[in-house]
């Protein structure tokens, strides 16, 4: 499904009107067979476009939360609905950047990108890889193998490979985690550059603070598992950001509080990262 | 006493990663005489202990000159090229049937559960059974024709590939399928893009066995009925007692598996440049 060009403004309401949304979760609960609960009666709704960051104490449940978006689980009650339809299991529309890169090891750069094409689209295949390797700032590096890259170029592969499928929801679990601090800021920045030519809706699962608040419009804040909404947090900043904003800094302060909260730090350190 | 073959692929694979900076000729050579080192020293050590000290009889360890010339002798009436030639007709053949069908029920049972249920107890069961056994069972159903040969050679090269594959599908990490799903990839698709690529490494590794089990089980088909073969030639050669014409079959057998081996080696190289491993950077 082609994206098509959306206004790309900071949304300053919080959880809104449910019409037209991107993405909307209506008392999702999850529990592992006989186990424990992982997430509690999750509402929220993403508009399209919107970047939504959800952080929250180590193993809360937001990378769950991300994996049921995805269709990759399909085991949980309420509601979840992308694009107006109700998830039936994975789909070209809803792409997905994992925390490692998962480049297929067998293919060049190139065709780990093509793998992400829909196979309706395979007669534009080379176009849309050209294209996608200079969005990706890779396009030296199209007959280089997996192994050949450093993990930055590897999560930049990945991510050309998550856009090729055109999608219209980008779900991101972590995905700049294992790289190195001045390859992240990098990053980040390549993702919101993608986000502004694209439109795309993006929901990202971070450990990062700084992250979360630098990219999002909101970021929404889980309590420790059982996973409940604790908090959300806009950011109504215009982009582009400056990282040193103390607008942010001052966000900062108070999302590290609400985390501190959600933690329940009394009884156990939060493992988030400051 | 083989000589190493093939020569071996040096090239970067896509010339972005630059190898070491000694010119090609150079590294080549160095390797080819590394690899020799061992054979020649083995050569050297067998004609000093024959032909210059005497410390064997031509009949225990004939010379290599004599060797030499029962290679000769065995030409001249073409009886060598007609042993050689039903020899590697029957590894092709068997090895081509053993690797199809390992090929073939490897895929099934490696990708379903209950294939695997069905198959692998029994094939795990016959797996176990000695070469030789099968020899009386084969000549008794199948003659003493090229049928049995060629039988018993593909069952010695089915389990390696067999199994190699099997392993290799239950290995195929579970991160990448899940890579397969988001993009969704219908099963098939999932089959031939995910499992099949990446069990490439572990079916080569299998054929590279396999081949070697096929020269093996050759030479207990041959042993036994034949009137051709290599396999025949030692026998030959023991009833005769001409131990040179034992050692011709013995050093042209090492040559065909080193070769067979170094082919596969080669085609491994070319299939696999993408592997992150520790033989790629060597």
């Not at chain 2, 290599?64 to 060598?80: I, K, Q, Y």
Request: overall charge positive; aromatic content about 6%; hydrophobic content about 50%.
């Amino acid at each position: 499904m082609p994206v098509a060009e959306v206004s790309v403004q900071p949304i300053t309401a919080t959880g809104a009107a449910s019409l037209g949304s991107a993405i909307e979760l209506r008392g999702v609960s999850k529990r592992f067979p006989a186990g424990p609960v992982i997430l509690d009666g999750v509402d929220l709704s993403v508009r399209p476009g919107e970047i939504v960051s959800l952080v929250g104490p180590s193993g809360c449940g937001k990378s769950t939360l991300l994996r049921l978006l995805a269709g990759l689980d399909r085991e949980h009650t309420g509601t979840i609905a992308v694009g107006g339809t109700a998830i039936a299991g994975p789909s070209r529309s809803v792409g997905f950047m994992f925390q490692e890169p998962r480049l297929l090891p067998w293919l060049t750069v190139a065709q780990n990108i093509a793998f992400g094409i829909a196979p309706e689209r395979r007669a534009d295949s080379a176009a849309i890889v050209r294209r996608l390797l200079d969005q990706v700032h890779l396009d030296g590096s199209a007959k280089l193998y997996p192994r050949q890259l450093s993990g930055g170029m590897q999560q930049r592969v990945a991510l050309a490979r998550a856009l090729a499928a055109e999608p219209s929801v980008l779900l991101l679990d972590e995905p700049f985690s294992a790289l190195d601090a001045f390859t992240r800021i990098h990053l980040q920045d390549l993702v919101l550059e993608l986000w502004q030519r694209t439109g795309l809706t993006m929901v990202l699962v971070t450990h990062e603070v700084d992250e979360a608040l630098y990219l999002s419009d909101r970021v929404v804040v889980f309590s420790e598992r059982p996973a409940r909404i604790a908090e959300v947090i806009d950011v109504k900043l215009a982009r582009p950001r400056d990282r040193r904003d103390p607008a942010l800094l001052e966000l900062r302060g108070h999302l590290l509080e609400q985390l501190r909260l959600a933690g329940r730090w009394d009884r156990r350190k939060p493992e988030y990262e400051i | 006493m083989s000589a190493p073959l093939p020569p071996e692929l040096t090239a970067p694979p896509c010339g972005a990663v630059p190898s070491a900076r000694t010119p090609w000729l150079q590294r080549r050579a160095a390797r080819w005489s590394l690899a020799l080192a061992v054979p020649a020293l083995l050569f050297a050590l067998w004609w000093l202990t024959t032909d210059v000290w005497h410390l064997f009889l031509a009949n225990q360890l004939p010379p290599p000159r004599h060797v030499w010339a029962a290679l000769h002798e065995l030409s001249a009436d073409g009886d060598f090229t007609r042993h050689l030639l039903a020899s590697l007709r029957r590894v092709a053949f068997g090895f081509a049937l053993g690797g199809v069908a390992a090929i073939a029920v490897g895929l099934v049972v490696g990708l379903s559960r209950t294939a695997e249920r069905l198959l692998d107890p029994t094939l795990q069961a016959l797996r176990n059974v000695p070469s030789l056994a099968w020899v009386p069972f084969l000549l008794l159903w199948l003659g003493i024709d090229e049928t049995p040969k060629i039988t018993l050679i593909a069952i010695g090269s089915f389990f390696p590939v067999y199994l190699n594959l099997v392993s290799g599908i239950r290995q195929v990490d579970r991160k990448l399928v899940e890579v397969g799903h988001i993009f969704g990839l219908g099963r098939l698709a999932l089959v031939r893009r995910i499992f099949l690529p990446a069990a490439t490494p572990f079916a080569l590794a299998g054929l590279r066995i396999g081949v070697g089990q096929a020269w093996l089980f050759l030479v207990a088909a041959e042993l036994i009925a034949s009137t051709r073969g290599l396999g025949f030639m030692l026998i030959d050669g023991q009833n005769n007692l001409r131990p040179d014409i034992m050692l011709v079959g013995i050093l042209t057998l090492a040559l065909l598996g080193k070769t067979t081996d170094g082919l596969l080696r080669l085609a491994e190289r070319r299939l696999l440049v993408w592997a992150d491993t520790f033989e790629a950077k060597a």
